[in-house]
């Protein structure tokens, strides 16, 4: 199993533990060895060796199988979703399903189990040194982007002043006064030390991230009945695990950076989610979205009434 984590950081601290709960619950059947901070080498080169069944799992975001399925680069689309449980439903629908085939048909390679079972972020915030407290306030706000079209457009269309940055340029940059924002999981907020030169922290929930478990499909079908049932108990309490881990992380982050000083609020979204469906619309009709995209988020949301 291949990851870019660090062994001691929450998620690797759940990899680690997918791994000992696979061992036991297969009797020793199954052993799961993790190779953590990229050490078997960066994603074209491990999804190779997870394609040749060098590595049967590797646990990343998976937007990277949009390669083989360029409708999997829309998993995670910003503000299409009202909250996580609608992000959760679209996941698991017909629609979504049908997407993983296809990969899976092309490269051999297919999730282990509920595509949002393992959470990352948890959830994304605007960190800024200026006050975000509504919708309207995005207005004008200088945010920093990463160098993505949809990324770019999404905060344009919200009326931001896009400015493209590196990410290791951020403290530096807000520091300085050439952007005012950025967006960040919760998560890194803190590490990065975002909140000494920007103290107001927003959650908004731009998008909502899993962690996939990539699985080499020859190698999960040729495990017994019995190993491949004992691998997806793990898979499914490493899950309950992360949801549990990420969510105390985030709230310990939270309570330490607001006894420095930070300003902690929760944006209503649904603004922002209103606003977003002209730019969804738009691509749709210019034929960018993938066929039934927008239909599948209907429906996933009509399904909760």
Known sequence: MATKQPVDSPEGQIFELFADLTEEYTNGELVVQVFPNEQLGKEDAVLEQLQANIIQIYAEGFGYMK????????LSAPFAFDDYDHWQRFMTSDTVDAWFDSAA?????????????????PFRVM??????????????????????KVAIETWDHLGAEVITLPWTEVYQGIQKGIVEAVNSPIALVESMRFNEVAPYITRHDE??????????????????KETRAGLMRAYDEAGTESQELMSSVADKSIADMEADGATYTVLDTAPLVEKMQTYYDEMAASGALPDGFLEAIEAARASDS
């Open 67 to 74: 390669k083989w399925e360029p409708a999997l680069a829309w």
């Open 105 to 121: 048909e092309q490269s051999g390679v297919r999730p282990l189990g509920d595509p949002t079972r393992i959470l990352r972020g």
């Open 127 to 148: 960190v800024s040194n200026v006050p975000v407290e509504s919708a309207e306030a995005i207005e004008g706000v200088k945010i920093r982007m990463h160098e993505n």
């Open 207 to 224: 998008y909502w991230q899993s962690v996939g478990f990539m699985v080499n499909e020859a190698a999960l079908n040729d495990l017994s």
